[in-house]
């Protein structure tokens, strides 16, 4: 298995490690993130005994129960899980502007922000990101159920295999190798399209917040024949003045919403005179939000949607 999808079900260890090295007792942990459990004691006792006797918790076999406090994890487990695995998932599965899968997840529970709720669910796997809610999880791990940290993916390749990865997780390998096979049909569809010139795009946010060269969605504008252009912010974005934006001057501005009046300040930035004179519709093109935030369905679903846009014979930014 890849780094994509890390795996942790040992024993809990009498320290917590820390980032730098050295370690913190458990006293702190008891102090800390554990104070709002007491009054669940007694019953996530009843739980964890349920747990642990369980055969389902052995690593080699297909998880009963899975549960999921990441977006893109719960976009994996939708697509790739049996929906009686699917025990739970988070707040942002079923919101439309972020997630291909919210029809479907909506079918779901909904897992709060308290490690009880996960807990109350009884898993036996719960997925999450690498940088989601790390009191939570520490706390899951601390009542001996497994968690599985689905990273963040920067490219097509690894995207890939992280499909690859958590399926096999899940005990779905057949339909980790379906979906897999879903993306590069994609992408070759999206490679036929493709006009021979390449140009240049850059993806800008609210308040000015341009993706870098390697964050997953200038790996798909790679894909649909845009290079990020020369001044692009490095790593995976950073922001931008107006000014530098003037300078740096890609081909197409690309937006996750089309661009109107401003509702507010953070929207003022795009509606900028100098920005509308700069590039005129014929240089700007929309890509959901959706589609540029995690891998899996929701890259399918982007490169499907800008081949079959392209060719329609529209152009990019309609």
């Given at each position: 298995?890849?780094?994509?999808?890390?795996?942790?079900?040992?024993?809990?260890?009498?320290?917590?490690?820390?980032?730098?090295?050295?370690?913190?007792?458990?006293?702190?942990?008891?102090?800390?993130?554990?104070?709002?459990?007491?009054?669940?004691?007694?019953?996530?006792?009843?739980?964890?005994?349920?747990?642990?006797?369980?055969?389902?918790?052995?690593?080699?076999?297909?998880?009963?129960?899975?549960?999921?406090?990441?977006?893109?994890?719960?976009?994996?487990?939708?697509?790739?899980?049996?929906?009686?695995?699917?025990?739970?998932?988070?707040?942002?599965?079923?919101?439309?502007?972020?997630?291909?899968v919210?029809?479907?997840?909506?079918?779901?529970?909904v897992?709060s922000?308290?490690?009880?709720?996960?807990?109350?669910?009884?898993?036996?796997l719960?997925?999450?990101?690498?940088?989601?809610?790390?009191?939570?999880?520490?706390?899951?791990?601390?009542?001996?159920?497994?968690?599985?940290?689905?990273a963040?993916?920067?490219?097509?390749?690894?995207?890939?295999?992280?499909?690859?990865?958590?399926?096999?997780?899940?005990?779905?390998?057949?339909?980790?190798?379906?979906?897999?096979?879903?993306?590069?049909?994609?992408?070759?569809?999206?490679?036929?399209?493709?006009?021979?010139?390449?140009?240049?795009?850059?993806l800008?946010?609210?308040?000015?917040?341009?993706?870098?060269?390697?964050?997953?969605?200038?790996?798909?504008?790679?894909?649909?024949?845009?290079?990020?252009?020369?001044?692009?912010?490095?790593?995976?974005?950073?922001?931008?003045?107006?000014?530098?934006?003037?300078?740096?001057?890609?081909?197409?501005?690309?937006?996750?919403?089309?661009?109107?009046?401003?509702?507010?300040?953070?929207e003022?930035?795009?509606?900028?005179?100098?920005l509308?004179?700069?590039?005129?519709?014929?240089?700007?093109?929309?890509?959901?939000?959706?589609?540029?935030?995690?891998?899996?369905?929701?890259?399918?679903?982007?490169?499907?949607?800008?081949?079959?846009?392209?060719?329609?014979?529209?152009?990019?930014?309609?």
């Amino acid at each position: 298995m890849s780094n994509d999808v890390r795996v942790s079900d040992a024993p809990p260890s009498p320290t917590l490690p820390l980032k730098g090295g050295g370690s913190r007792p458990k006293a702190w942990l008891a102090r800390g993130y554990a104070q709002p459990l007491r009054p669940w004691r007694n019953i996530i006792g009843l739980v964890v005994t349920v747990l642990l006797a369980s055969p389902s918790l052995h690593a080699a076999d297909r998880p009963a129960k899975v549960a999921s406090i990441n977006l893109c994890a719960d976009q994996l487990l939708v697509a790739l899980g049996d929906p009686q695995q699917i025990a739970g998932l988070s707040a942002f599965a079923s919101d439309p502007n972020i997630s291909v899968v919210a029809d479907a997840a909506r079918g779901y529970p909904v897992l709060s922000q308290r490690s009880e709720a996960a807990v109350a669910l009884r898993p036996d796997l719960v997925l999450a990101g690498p940088h989601d809610r790390s009191a939570m999880r520490r706390a899951i791990e601390e009542l001996g159920i497994r968690v599985a940290e689905v990273a963040v993916v920067s490219d097509l390749d690894q995207a890939r295999q992280q499909v690859l990865d958590v399926a096999a997780l899940l005990g779905q390998a057949g339909r980790g190798e379906r979906l897999a096979a879903e993306l590069d049909a994609a992408r070759r569809s999206l490679a036929a399209t493709r006009p021979p010139l390449r140009r240049t795009a850059l993806l800008v946010e609210r308040r000015g917040y341009a993706a870098g060269p390697e964050s997953l969605a200038a790996a798909l504008l790679r894909e649909a024949g845009f290079d990020p252009p020369r001044g692009t912010p490095a790593g995976l974005g950073g922001f931008v003045s107006l000014e530098q934006l003037i300078a740096i001057n890609p081909d197409y501005l690309v937006t996750y919403e089309p661009v109107g009046e401003a509702q507010d300040q953070g929207e003022l930035f795009l509606t900028h005179p100098a920005l509308e004179k700069l590039f005129p519709p014929a240089r700007r093109f929309v890509l959901p939000r959706r589609y540029s935030l995690c891998g899996g369905p929701a890259l399918v679903e982007a490169l499907n949607d800008v081949a079959e846009r392209t060719r329609k014979g529209a152009q990019v930014h309609d």
